[in-house]
DNA sequence: CGCCGTTGATGAATCGTTTCATAAATAAGA
DNA sequence: TCTTATTTATGAAACGATTCATCAACGGCG
């Protein structure tokens, strides 16, 4: 019936008397509008999907709770979905969302390569890269510029004193892992010293287990560098665990920085330097990014890259003790 | 069109012939079917939804994997909402779940008081109650022995020595903050000694900032009591770090005991004696128990409550080195 | 008294999928 | 060849909210 329809989104067209008549019928039939009714007659859903590659990661988390903030603004609500670091539940979750007709996506993708969105396009169901650099062409993306935060951790370790640096991380695929890696040897160039300082230590995944393995292998190196910049806060922990049980002192022994400053490494025993990765930002910005693409000139659209500036948080885990 | 329908829902009623020929069209104009519509003439959407009360916490995202990895298994998706403890957020989440017409619904319930399911109910939409013991009357639940909790931290602090323990926690309104000093308080009595052996701290919020607010104020208790019991070990790692910071040591001059054995209780530069909630499994009973009242009978269904038990992982944090 | 303008209520059509009843085509048997 | 049985294809109805065109009611005014 039209006129509860009107009673619903339009109640001041509707006369006092019969807003109550709907609105008391309403109350004792328990009636509950269908989103799934209102979603097929608008042909588009009130959601958001975000798709990242690990739920469990704080990093992610604080990411999500950025979008979902600017997106109930604007009346929307958010799925949150895992896609693991596995490209084909990354497709599958993307043609989950077509299928749902999401109003709009925000996503993490997988790998640096392919362009994972295409079954989202062919929907018109607007995409923006979150965490990830791409190009303007396709679509929008919000990310952090890591080159930079590997320079700012590079410079902070160079200028203490460090002349041995390893670098940990997770598989090459990730551009952020090549980017972080290109600032920290920008820092060393800068500082007149050859690349050898660098010495790499690859790890399976970005976790606290793979941190714990990178610990082990730092242990027995030698000669043992003197400080150890890592791709992700996770393996920064796990290394801190790893070799304050050998006895190793943090930072006098061995000065440990981590990346994205994600809440556990202020929280840590020895509170962890880190390269503040504005997750949160991240979220918010790209949500608002989306939300701009979808509302008024559908046409007139410019996709847009953002870079935000990452910053280097200094706590104990670079600086001894006075 | 019924046969495309028949194509892609019952292949084997269909010819090889029209088949293939549906399925090129299918390819030809890149259609996407509509979850809009297939929710709406199936009268229920093909998800579940998930409420907890803090997304941050890796304790509900662990939950959160163990509930997921259930429901993909039975071909359902799962969106997960956060009430961040707020009853009117709650219950917001609660009617967008009535109004997607949600398959079934897991609920951390913010408080212990009221029924916040009835939404629920009027649409015959099952709850299961997630991590919070409720009685068997009403919907199913899934929790852990919380009191069993307490009461094996408290044995093995008394058993240690300790006879003066502080118990910090969150607000009493969570009943697993009563139940876990009352198992604490059991430990204290089984052991002949007097209730005031339990140093009472109460903090505003589950997490590291008010760990750190205990913190300080554990330091100026005098007499300082040798040990802590945190109903969290988010207020654990606060505590730690705070304490440490000031020269305490951990565990020779305080014990420090959590509570959920987050991975990052392990992941501690002292590593954290815990109890560990089982969370992901509480997860993934939840929804089986959901699963279950959906499935077959819908009328035969009596609602379960299933308790688990609680298991004490001891690490460093209480264990003075030998 | 009748005409017109305004406001508010009504009903039909629509979205895309599924289901079910029916029709057509094919195969088998008499 | 004709009937019956079986398989496969077709068409219409339904789900529930929204929209839009139409219609009724009412008050003002000539």
Not at 195 to 217: E, K, N
Request: hydrophobic share 45%; glycine share 8%.
């Amino acid at each position: 019936m039209g006129t509860v329809s009107n009673v619903l989104n339009r109640p001041d067209q509707v006369s006092e008397q019969t807003r109550a008549r709907v609105q008391a019928a309403i109350e004792i039939l328990g009636y509950v509008r269908s989103e799934s009714a209102r979603q097929l007659r608008a042909g588009r859903s009130r959601m958001l999907g975000l798709l990242v590659t690990d739920t469990g990661n704080p990093f992610f988390a604080a990411l999500a709770r950025g979008t979902e903030e600017a997106a109930v603004r604007a009346g929307l609500g958010v799925m949150v979905c895992n896609s693991a670091e596995s490209p084909s539940a990354e497709q599958a979750y993307l043609s989950l969302f077509a299928e749902q007709r999401m109003r709009g996506v925000l996503l993490a993708p997988v790998d640096s390569h392919g362009a994972p969105w295409h079954v989202l396009s062919r929907q018109n169901i607007p995409c923006v890269v979150v965490d990830r650099a791409v190009g303007e062409d396709e679509v929008c993306s919000v990310a952090a510029d890591d080159v930079l935060g590997g320079l700012l951790a590079g410079r902070h370790l160079l200028k203490a004193g460090h002349r041995r640096i390893a670098y940990v991380r997770g598989p090459e695929q990730l551009r952020q892992v090549r980017d972080r890696r290109d600032g920290l040897l920008r820092a060393v160039r800068e500082a007149g010293m050859s690349a050898d300082t660098v010495v790499d230590v690859p790890v399976h995944r970005h976790d606290v287990r793979s941190g714990r393995d990178a610990g082990h292998r730092l242990i027995g190196l030698s000669p043992r560098p003197s400080a150890v910049f890592c791709a992700n806060d996770l393996l920064a922990l796990g290394i801190m665990q790893t070799v304050f049980d050998a006895g190793v002192r943090v930072p006098d022994d061995l000065a440990v920085i981590g990346y994205d400053d994600i809440e556990f490494a202020e929280a840590c025993l020895i509170p962890l330097t880190s390269v503040r990765h504005p997750a949160a930002e991240i979220g918010r910005l790209a949500a608002e990014l989306l939300l701009k693409e979808l509302d008024p000139a559908p046409e007139g659209h410019r996709h847009e890259s953002i870079v935000l500036q990452p910053e280097l948080v200094v706590r104990r885990s670079t600086v001894p003790r006075a």
